[in-house]
């Protein structure tokens, strides 16, 4: 592939991009840039599912592990700091390869970020104390079109939204600004979508969040605790690690957190794959149960090529 043109991998947690990336990266002399809003936090490894040192080796990983949990970061910093990783990767003659299931980063990096004003601390916590369906009434109410587009499970997103509103009186919907021909870019021909049927999705998920509790996805949460988790609502956002937090005050008990990271996941899952669907133009790649990776690489290898025979 001659051109260095970016590649970009997204679809639902645990449905394989993070270790079908890395191949395709091996045969096309790419790098990886994470497109994932909770592994640039260090020290959050378990619950992330960040990849493996083998996966590392296979081809080198961009924001992965930038900020400490204790620190912010938007899409604002992701755009800005993806941008830069573009640069110096097609510098080096090689492909920039954008892979995960953040869509709103996604979104940023190709259309462009609202032109919002930063938070305002005192309002901030006036919107906290706010119940989410007080919040969602007020965004209904002055923004139709942003209440009917967001994540309305998300407070963060709300709080944000109406925030944004009342700092400004217009609709956060109309908030806009053109990144996209400073984001390096204009059109994204290989935006690419991993998908899975429902069953086997569920299946990996369950597995995925078994094998984190083994690894010792409580132990990692303590430890950040020590190193102020708490009090970064962003990170917290994180799935698995406010229900161990639960857990880890008495409010379940361990099967019962696990059960619960489980249906917090497939759920999310769900809302990842509404997202893209809705928000994006993706080329949908089905992966059959019991593919293996490698496969599944070849496929997004022969639909690159093909995008090539056919623009020529």
């Not at 669907?277 to 290898?301: M, S």
Request: hydrophobic fraction near 40%; charged fraction near 25%; charge should be positive.
């Amino acid at each position: 592939m001659a051109s260095s043109q970016p590649i970009l991998l997204g679809g639902p947690t645990a449905v394989g991009k993070s270790e079908v990336a890395p191949l395709l990266a091996e045969k096309l002399s790419g790098e990886i840039i994470s497109v994932d809003s909770m592994q640039v936090y260090r020290g959050m490894e378990i619950g992330t599912a960040k990849p493996t040192a083998e996966q590392r080796a296979r081809a080198p990983h961009h924001l992965i592990d930038v900020v400490e949990v204790t620190e912010s970061f938007d899409a604002a910093q992701f755009v800005r700091l993806a941008r830069q990783a573009m640069t110096g990767i097609q510098a080096r003659g090689r492909i920039p390869i954008l892979c995960g299931g953040t869509g709103l980063y996604f979104k940023a990096l190709l259309e462009g970020l609202g032109e919002a004003p930063p938070a305002d601390a005192a309002l901030r916590a006036e919107l906290e104390a706010k119940a989410l369906a007080d919040l969602l009434r007020e965004l209904a109410e002055r923004d139709p079109v942003t209440y009917e587009k967001i994540d309305r499970q998300n407070p963060r997103r709300v709080i944000r939204a109406v925030e944004v509103i009342r700092l400004t009186g217009k609709p956060f919907s109309a908030q806009r600004a053109d990144w996209s021909r400073a984001s390096g870019i204009t059109h994204a021909p290989h935006f690419f979508g991993l998908s899975r049927t429902s069953d086997d999705l569920r299946k990996r998920i369950d597995l995925r969040v078994e094998a984190m509790f083994r690894r010792g996805l409580v132990a990692e949460t303590e430890a950040l605790l020590r190193r102020g988790l708490g009090e970064n609502k962003t990170a917290m956002q994180a799935l698995g690690y406010r229900q161990v937090i639960e857990h880890l005050r008495g409010v379940r008990s361990l099967s019962e957190t696990i059960e619960l990271v489980k249906i917090r996941t497939r759920q999310f899952a769900k809302r990842q794959m509404t997202w893209f669907r809705k928000h994006a133009r993706l080329h949908w790649i089905a992966i059959p149960t019991g593919e293996p990776a490698p496969l599944t690489a070849d496929q997004l290898l022969r639909e690159i090529s093909g995008y090539g025979e056919r623009a020529r």
